[in-house]
């Protein structure tokens, strides 16, 4: 049984780092597409950032130069280092693990939601102004 568990939010000012951290079980990261996503309510899930088996980084414009996401492959662990936090990063965070997408060019993976299999059941980011 495949289980991404999250933990490390909380509530912070803004100006404030977090970092969450995603233990999964029942499988293994090391070569799949391993990503956060964010809701805020009311507002469409957002593909925060991805990694990939080779530890290439897709990030969204508004978290781009403030998070780094990063895993772990020997603890079966993914990460997400947030510094510098806004009010407008306020949401549920979950971590989704999925396959590869091959092309001729290799496997990459993408913010796209409908390509990751699991999801956890999400930590909640609050940030005040």
């Known amino acids: 049984q495949v289980q991404l568990v999250e933990s490390g939010g909380g509530s912070v000012q803004a100006g404030g780092s977090l970092r969450l951290s995603c233990a999964a079980s029942?499988?293994?990261?090391?070569?799949?597409?391993m990503g956060w996503f964010r809701q805020a309510p009311g507002k469409q899930r957002e593909g925060v950032a991805v990694i990939d088996r080779d530890g290439k980084t897709v990030y969204a414009d508004s978290v781009k130069g403030r998070f780094t996401i990063s895993r772990d492959n020997a603890k079966n662990t993914l990460y997400l280092q947030m510094n510098s936090l806004k009010p407008e990063d306020t949401a549920m965070y979950y971590c989704a693990a999925g396959p590869l997408i091959w092309a001729d060019s290799g496997g990459y993976c993408l913010r796209d939601d409908s390509f990751y299999t699991y999801w956890g059941q999400g930590t909640q980011v609050t940030v005040s102004s």
């Open positions: 029942g499988y293994t990261i090391r070569n799949s597409c």
